[in-house]
Structures are given as C-alpha cells and as structure tokens.
C-alpha cells in the first residue's frame, strides 16, 4: 500500500535527528596546554602521562 499523505520535512528531519554528527571531545594538555584527544598523546609534546612521554621526530624543511 501506498502511503495515504506526503511525510512532512519536519517530519523526516525530527526522525533522522539522531543520526547527525557528534562534536569531537577535546581535553587540554597539562604540559603545553595545546588541544589533545582524551587518552592520547600531545601531538605537540607527545606528553601520554607522567611516566610516558613520546620523542616526536621534528620535520625538517629544506
């Protein structure tokens, strides 16, 4: 069977609303106070945690 009225934009909208995109989590570096995603290393300083700090190879521009 066909459908007996045309599905309002609002409608359709309000039913996807739940599939939009997430905004992504930040947290701040307690070294460098640079952004960083939670549970993983600085990209600026590759500061982990007190124990674990990563040597990040700097690039060289010739």
């Known amino acids: 069977m066909l459908p007996v009225k ?3 934009k609002t409608r359709t909208r309000s039913r996807r609303s739940h ?9 701040v570096c307690p070294k ?3 952004a960083k995603l939670p549970h993983a290393a ?3 300083c590759g500061y982990l945690n007190p124990n674990i700090t990563l040597d990040l190879a700097k690039k060289e521009s010739s």
């Open 32 to 34: 460098c106070s640079q």
């Open 6 to 8: 045309k599905t309002s």
């Open 42 to 44: 600085c990209d600026n």
């Open 19 to 27: 599939q939009r995109l997430k905004a992504t989590n930040y947290s």
